[in-house]
């Protein structure tokens, strides 16, 4: 087995010069470390990455914990991590809390139990238990998309104005009946987007009406639910805003199996845009959220978190993008 002492003797430095390299512990002049990675390639070794983290006590890796299976949203932001993570020379550690309490607090509990130098997570509706372990044990942490108060490091994407923007669209279009589907209760998504929903009805001289807010719970099945109770008010509404993807694609199911067209009979706009959104016919006037970027921004945060534990915490907020089609009612975009 090809050894460190190898690699010295091959690029012609010292032991020391070659651990330099490995670990970042030193500067290194760049001929020297060229020559150094040059030998680590053509001699194929490998850094014992282990021993490393018995004498750093930093095993240069991050815990994740978003419900990447159940959403194609957090899918996205994963990838932000993982390229982030990677960049930084970090691995990634993943696990899917099932955005359920009692399991998130497990999942947690399990990649702490891995020695991860920092955790990245979504929390659930209801994360105090989980955010109870992080603090009584001084993990590094960093929430993200959404928020638990600002005692942590955490990143989302913008939420009130964009739904905001959606409602004064469609009000201008005409519309004054225009419901909502919302996402699951206790979540900052969820709170925040409503706050939008009630801003833009405010805006434009609508009153909010209850019956047209109707809770999906962040599902496919419960948005169906959702539409199936707006759709059955004496009034109901002639456009509607989806909260998530998940629960426009439980929209479209349930105006299919009640034969209605989008947009003749129904106008809808959604938040969450999604690869195949331009698929659809019509296409989907949708918000865009920056997943990637929040994704890549919360490792930043981890990252400047390990190197200064006492500098206080931030929240960042990163801008969405709206993207006009045409299941709103409009032509030609």
Known sequence: ????????????????????????????????????????????????????????????????????????????????????????????????PHDDPAHEQKVVRLLHERRVDGMIVAPSAEPAGMVEYLTRRKVPAVFLDRLVGDAYDQVCAENAAPVRQLVEHLADLGHTRIGLVAGLPGLSTTTERVQGYREGLRARGLPFAPELLAGGNSEAEGAQDAIRHLLAAPEPPTAVITANNAMTIGTLRALRDLGLDVPRDIALACFDDFSWADLFAPRLTAISQPSKEIGAAAVRLLLERLEEPDRPPRTLRLPCTYVHRESCGCTGH
């Open 1 to 96: 087995m090809t050894t460190m002492v190898d690699v010295a003797r091959q690029a012609g430095v010292s032991v020391a010069t070659v651990s330099h390299v490995l670990n970042e512990t030193r500067p290194v002049r760049p001929d020297t470390r060229a020559a150094v990675l040059k030998a680590i390639d053509e001699l194929g070794y490998t850094h014992n990455t282990l021993a490393r983290s018995l004498v750093t006590a930093r095993t240069r890796s991050i815990g994740l914990a978003v419900s990447a299976i159940s959403n194609p949203y957090f899918t996205e932001i994963l990838q932000g991590v993982e390229a982030g993570a990677l960049e930084a020379g970090y691995s990634l550690l993943i696990a899917d």
